[in-house]
Nanobody
């Protein structure tokens, strides 16, 4: 059984930083493409960042230069370091593992940026 557990969300002031974690069980984060998505109230879920098994990364334009995706293979965990946060970053952030047989999601973690 595959399980993704996110943590690290919370309330932060504009300009601040947070680091989200996504710990996987049942699959290796190093062997699968890992994505972070976010969904703000009333909006669609959007891709924020991605890291592939080879280590290639992708960032949405709105977060490029501010967010960094990384992984710790020993902990089977993927991180999203978020800096220079602003109110538009307020959303529920979801971890997503893409494997050959399925597409797995975490339960989400709320990030709220106060101005």
């Amino acid at each position: 059984q595959v399980q993704l557990v996110e943590s690290g969300g919370g309330l932060v002031q504009a300009g601040g930083s947070l680091r989200l974690s996504c710990t996987a069980s049942g699959r290796l984060v190093s062997a699968n493409t890992m994505r972070w998505h976010r969904q703000a109230p009333g909006k669609q879920r959007d891709l924020v960042a991605q890291i592939t098994p080879g280590g290639s990364t992708y960032y949405a334009g709105s977060v490029r230069g501010r967010f960094t995706v990384s992984r710790d293979n020993a902990k089977n965990t993927v991180y999203l370091q978020m800096n220079s946060l602003n109110s538009e970053d307020t959303a529920v952030y979801y971890c997503n593992l893409i494997s050959l047989d399925n597409n797995y999601w975490g339960q989400g973690t709320q990030v709220t940026v106060s101005s």
